[in-house]
């Protein structure tokens, strides 16, 4: 697949024993059983759920979604992607108590919602928070991203 490909060179990575990284969305599957075997994950992102934890062979508990979503909804685990500090708050709510790892998937709708800039210092936050208390942060990068984009995204993550 051409995209496998250009996330290899963006630097996505199946080694998830760093501690930063781009990974590409035919990698997210792999990247998120193999990570909730070492320790809990929050994943923010577009997928609902019900979908996201039906679809995973996973033991429960492990992974907790945060859904990024304009839709009003009475679930506990939705958040409006506009409201960026709620999500960078529950983050380091979730990565200080139970040492959770980060995936951020949804990056380009975040860019939609917020612009590119304060997506950047999002993930900027997110990175910190996550260094801070020695956890890890993975961020899903789609073909719906340019060059720029990425090398943008990699330079706010310090990766090379």
Known sequence: MMFSRLAKSWGAK?????????????????VLLSVSKWSP??????????VLLSNLK?????????WLTTVETQSPHAVNPRHLYKIVAIIER????N?????????????????????LKFLG?????????????YVVASNALNEKEIALIRRVL???
Not at 14 to 30: A, F, H, Q, Y
Not at 41 to 50: A, E, H, M, S, T
């Open 58 to 66: 996973v033991p429960t508990g492990k992974i907790k979604p945060l």
């Open 125 to 137: 936050q997110v990175r910190d928070v996550t260094a801070l208390h020695g956890s890890s942060l």
């Open 41 to 50: 994950v929050l994943f923010v992102g577009r997928i609902p759920p019900k």
């Open 14 to 30: 199946r080694n998830v024993d760093e501690s930063t990284g781009i990974i590409s969305p035919v990698e997210l599957g792999d």
């Open 99 to 119: 040492k959770s790892r980060v995936i951020v998937d949804g990056i380009e709708y975040l860019i939609i919602e917020n612009g590119l800039e304060p997506t």
């Open 158 to 160: 310090g990766l090379p």
């Open 94 to 97: 979730e990565v200080a108590t």
